[in-house]
């Protein structure tokens, strides 16, 4: 896996928030509803993104959260920087090894060197929005009791 299961809901949650009106404020059991993920894991999510500068919150029975800068133009690295913190991914060996660079190489290097920086150039072109209207009315996983269920994710 490239990023966390954490990352992972952090982008299934703000595709939904981009789907929504710029600026309108969305609740996290809705987002639950509409993802899959649990309302506390988006809660706790929702506040590193609030901490990280993505969203922004309004407590309140008429609270909830949006982007404080638009969806088109957040870019998946910033979201995988904010929840995960890049930096192992760019610099630790794929193997494990304690040391790997290009004089003291592990036998999957090259290899790895190639497909990191495809994925970083990825995450840093690909926005938000683009991400949300390619996954369109895909079917999220949910975890329910040691089983997988499917969800609408619209």
Not at 77 to 88: C, G, L, M, R, T
Not at 130 to 151: D, F, N, P
Request: hydrophobic share 40%; net charge positive; charged share 20%.
């Amino acid at each position: 896996m490239i990023y966390s299961k954490t990352c992972e809901y952090a982008l299934r949650a703000l595709g939904h928030l981009a789907s929504k009106e710029r600026g309108s404020l969305t609740m996290i059991p809705e987002v639950s509803r509409k993802t899959g993920v649990p309302a506390p894991y988006i809660a706790k999510i929702f506040q590193t993104l609030v901490r990280g500068g993505i969203l922004e919150s309004q407590r309140g029975p008429c609270g909830g959260f949006a982007f404080r800068k638009s969806p088109e133009t957040i870019s998946l690295f910033e979201v995988v920087q904010v929840i995960d913190n890049v930096s192992p991914l760019v610099n630790q060996c794929v193997m494990g090894l304690n040391e790997c660079s290009s004089a003291n190489a592990c036998p999957l290097h090259l290899i790895w060197s190639r497909a990191k920086e495809n994925i970083l150039q990825c995450l840093k072109t690909t926005t938000l929005n683009q991400m949300r209207k390619k996954v369109g009315r895909l079917r999220y996983r949910k975890l329910m009791r040691s089983r997988l269920q499917a969800v609408t994710a619209s």
